[in-house]
């Protein structure tokens, strides 16, 4: 008659059972794995970082690119005169010369993508020649010319005025060339970045003579 509900019998059947039961043990903290798991994760990172510094500083000794070697292998200086024109005075200049650029490196090639020369006279400078881009393959040796014609104007009196008549009386002019260019480094198909180059070459040059001596670069920046 009096039966208690079904679902009332269930419940208290449901209290007593397994559930309660199912973890005997509780689990290790989660957090402490996780921790240990992060450090293996930072020092396997570091490893890895040294392991890769270690490789590039090799291979950038190994294959280490050294600086072009440019020297002015010739040159002709047909005309070096003092003008004046209406109370203005002109230094009016014709100057040949070869560049010679040689490529020492024996895994390494280089991409002269622009290059440029300028003369200079006693700190002023006489022009600009611009020279043709190539690419050097490893060990090889190349002769650009460069030709400075023109005239500038110079202030009077000047200080210039009075070293040409300095080399003048010698009859040996020491022009600058400067060499600026932009280049970059080729190994097998890998290609480096652009790196600016510079060079001057403290040329000696006799007026309207042969023997000019060979005359070495020093390449400044690259
Ligand atoms: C530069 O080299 C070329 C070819 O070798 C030569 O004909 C020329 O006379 C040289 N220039 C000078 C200024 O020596
Ligand atoms: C340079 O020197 C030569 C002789 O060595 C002379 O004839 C010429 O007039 C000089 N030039 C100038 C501008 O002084």
């Known amino acids: 008659m009096n039966q208690p509900p079904p679902q009332q019998s269930h419940l208290g059947a449901g209290y007593y059972g397994p559930p309660i039961y199912a973890y005997p043990q509780p689990p290790?903290?989660?957090?402490?794995?996780?921790?240990?798991?992060?450090?293996?994760?930072?020092?396997?990172?570091?490893?890895?970082?040294?392991?890769?510094?270690?490789?590039?500083?090799?291979?950038?000794?190994?294959?280490?690119?050294?600086?072009?070697?440019?020297?002015?292998s010739s040159a002709y200086l047909r005309r070096f005169d003092l003008t004046s024109s209406s109370g203005t005075r002109f230094l009016s200049f014709?100057?040949?010369?070869?560049?010679?650029?040689?490529?020492?490196?024996?895994?390494?090639?280089?991409?002269?993508?622009?290059?440029?020369?300028?003369?200079?006279?006693?700190?002023?400078?006489?022009?600009?020649?611009?020279?043709?881009?190539?690419?050097?393959?490893?060990?090889?040796?190349?002769?650009?010319?460069?030709?400075?014609?023109?005239?500038?104007?110079?202030?009077?009196?000047s200080g210039s005025e009075v070293e040409y008549q300095r080399d003048n009386a010698?009859?040996?002019?020491?022009?600058?060339?400067?060499?600026?260019g932009r280049i970059r480094y080729k190994f097998g198909s890998a290609v480096t970045r652009r790196y600016i180059m510079r060079a001057v070459c403290p040329a000696r040059l006799p007026l309207g003579k042969v023997g000019f001596s060979y005359t070495d670069c020093k390449v400044l920046d690259l």
Not at 53 to 63: C, E, P, Q, T
Not at 100 to 123: K, M, V
Request: net charge positive; charged share 20%; aromatic share 14%.
């Open 94 to 157: 014709d100057l040949s010369a070869n560049l010679t650029f040689r490529n020492p490196n024996t895994r390494a090639g280089i991409y002269y993508d622009w290059l440029e020369a300028d003369a200079d006279f006693d700190g002023m400078r006489l022009g600009t020649a611009g020279l043709p881009v190539f690419y050097q393959a490893r060990k090889e040796t190349r002769e650009v010319p460069a030709v400075f014609q023109g005239r500038l104007e110079i202030g009077t009196p």
């Open 170 to 180: 010698t009859g040996v002019f020491p022009v600058d060339l400067w060499i600026f």
């Open 28 to 72: 290790p903290p989660p957090n402490e794995h996780f921790r240990r798991l992060i450090t293996i994760a930072i020092r396997a990172f570091i490893a890895f970082c040294v392991a890769f510094g270690l490789a590039i500083l090799i291979l950038w000794l190994v294959f280490r690119p050294q600086k072009m070697r440019i020297a002015v």
